[in-house]
């Protein structure tokens, strides 16, 4: 299938499901809250290097995560519960993906956290839309995961380490909070190895955007999400 020029003056995508095979579904267009927004809803993400077009993608399968699904040994359960982490939901959003943009990848030489893609996520958190889950030892960040929520789904963006543990934590108690709070999905975006060991599934294109048609219809909880929004009392 041929890959759709977007018109940056005309905030219109085409169907998702015509993305080709690799998934992407369109260049161009215009970066920024409407744009981002308006992607996520209709089962899109912006996803593209330093220096390259605006890209726009829709994976078939999807990676996603079943609230409250995540696989963590009962070893590694019973190290989360020595109460050497602490979770901090929301605390310090720019201090995330700062490190998220920053941190070394094995296998990757840059980072598609551009200064472009870091300041529409830093303004979608201010409006209450983006939200980091973050991961605090003796004072200090350690960890942590940003991404999106719309509805009953939390789009999940990149998350970093700087100690061992620290990112799976964030994950876990993520995971564990949607679920107490009745959302239907951890969107992944792409299949992971890491990921998928700690039980990330795959979605077809078509489940997945029947899925996302259903969550429009759900109100979005909007804020800061460390005032209490949320239900967050899990117990690993």
Not at 175 to 186: A, G, P, T, V, Y
Not at 192 to 202: A, F, Q, R, S
Request: aromatic share 12%; with cysteine; hydrophobic share 40%.
């Amino acid at each position: 299938m041929a890959v759709f020029a977007l018109n940056e003056h005309r905030l219109i995508f085409p169907k998702a499901d015509l993305a080709d095979e690799s998934g992407l579904l369109a260049i161009g267009g215009k970066l920024d809250v409407d744009w981002v927004l308006e992607a996520y809803s209709c089962g899109i993400f912006p996803w593209f290097n330093e220096n390259d077009p605006i890209m726009w993608w829709s994976p078939n399968p999807r990676s996603v995560i079943v609230p409250g699904n995540l696989k963590i040994r009962k070893s590694m359960k019973s190290y989360f519960r020595s109460g050497r982490f602490h979770l901090k939901i929301d605390k310090d959003f720019e201090q995330v993906i700062d490190n998220c943009q920053n941190i070394a990848r094995r296998g990757q030489d840059g980072t598609w956290i551009t200064q472009d893609m870091k300041d529409v996520y830093i303004e979608l958190h201010n409006l209450g839309f983006a939200h980091s889950f973050e991961t605090w030892e003796e004072g200090k960040l350690v960890g942590g995961l940003y991404g999106i929520s719309l509805g009953k789904i939390f789009f999940g963006e990149s998350m970093f380490s700087s100690v061992s543990n620290a990112s799976k934590y964030a994950l876990l108690s993520l995971s564990m909070i949607l679920e107490l709070n009745n959302f239907r999905l951890l969107d992944c975006q792409i299949p992971n190895p890491h990921l998928d060991n700690m039980g990330c599934v795959e979605m077809s294109r078509d489940d997945y955007l029947a899925l996302i048609k259903q969550n429009n219809k759900d109100d979005t909880i909007v804020g800061n999400w460390g005032n209490d929004l949320l239900k967050t009392d899990f117990k690993i």
